[in-house]
């Protein structure tokens, strides 16, 4: 695991809306955070 990928590991992400952005899932794939918050207002 690269270190980008430990860091991002300390991570939990959230997002507004009911669908992933592009730019979110970028984000996601060069990061991979530990885990993604979901809300009602995300389902």
């Not at 060069?30 to 389902?43: H, S």
Request: hydrophobic residues 45%; aromatic residues 12%.
């Amino acid at each position: 695991m690269t270190l980008h990928e430990q860091i991002g590991q300390l991570f939990m992400l959230g997002f507004d809306g009911t669908s992933v952005s592009p730019e979110w899932a970028e984000l996601q794939a060069r990061y991979k955070p530990g885990g993604m918050i979901l809300f009602a207002r995300n389902l």
